[in-house]
T-cell receptor, first 112, second 111 residues
Framework: NAGVTQTPKFQVLKTGQSMTLQCAQD?????MSWYRQDPGMGLRLIHY???????DQGEVPNGYNVSRSTTEDFPLRLLSAAPSQTSVYFC???????????FGAGTRLSVL | GQQLNQSPQSMFIQEGEDVSMNCTSS?????WLWYKQDPGEGPVLLIA?????ELTSNGRLTAQFGITRKDSFLNISASIPSDVGIYFC???????????FGTGTSLTVIP
């Protein structure tokens, strides 16, 4: 069972570069979300989606874009990376917004 | 956003000891979740709580949904080395579209 799959696992970027973090789930979950995890700050919600074609902002959306063209995929785009975006990024999915979220293994991003 | 205060921030205990940690919020929550995160991995759900006063166990783990609906507690009995990791609480309000996470409790078990 694949569950929630995130790629890549590690990435190093230079300031100003762009990239897309991929997230896919095979559980037919409607709700998907992106978090960033920084030391001492727990998990903070970046963006979320309650279904294909619907996205909304979380607590820390600035500098990130998302789209949800299919139920399975929820990519996170950094248009112009900044050192403040150095973090560990987690994607999660759940049956709906009220249900338990299942997490991917994370993407560790460093912006130099 | 909602504020979730989780304590203690870290714990160093001897193998076999019991562990207690808690989480408090500034708002009333309808759902409390407890996750564990191993190094280099994503959080994995341990226990879910849906009702004020609810007490739920999962092996050596027991969690409670506080009666005020603004707090939750996690206890681990007879700790073992594989309990090492970071434990997170998460909560959601009745009308909310997201879960809010605590800052985590880092647990170290000394053999």
């Amino acid at each position: 069972n694949a569950g929630v799959t995130q790629t890549p696992k590690f990435q190093v970027l230079k300031t100003g570069q762009s990239m897309t973090l991929q997230c896919a789930q095979d559980m037919n979950h409607e709700y998907m979300s992106w978090y960033r995890q920084d030391p001492g700050m727990g998990l903070r919600l970046i963006h979320y989606s309650v279904g294909a074609g619907i996205t909304d902002q979380g607590e820390v959306p600035n500098g990130y874009n998302v789209s949800r063209s299919t139920t399975e995929d929820f990519p996170l785009r950094l248009l112009s990376a900044a050192p403040s975006q150095t973090s560990v990024y987690f994607c999660a999915s759940s049956y709906d917004r009220k249900n338990i979220q299942y997490f991917g293994a994370g993407t560790r991003l460093s912006v130099l | 956003g909602q504020q979730l205060n989780q304590s203690p921030q870290s714990m160093f205990i001897q193998e076999g000891e019991d562990v207690s940690m808690n989480c408090t919020s500034s708002s009333i929550f309808n759902t409390w979740l407890w996750y564990k995160q191993d190094p280099g991995e994503g959080p994995v759900l341990l226990i879910a709580l849906y009702k004020a006063g609810e007490l739920t166990s999962n092996g050596r783990l027991t969690a409670q949904f506080g009666i005020t609906r603004k707090d939750s507690f996690l206890n681990i009995s007879a700790s073992i080395p594989s309990d090492v990791g970071i434990y997170f609480c998460a909560g959601q309000t009745r009308t909310g579209n997201q879960f809010y996470f605590g800052t985590g409790t880092s647990l170290t078990v000394i053999p």
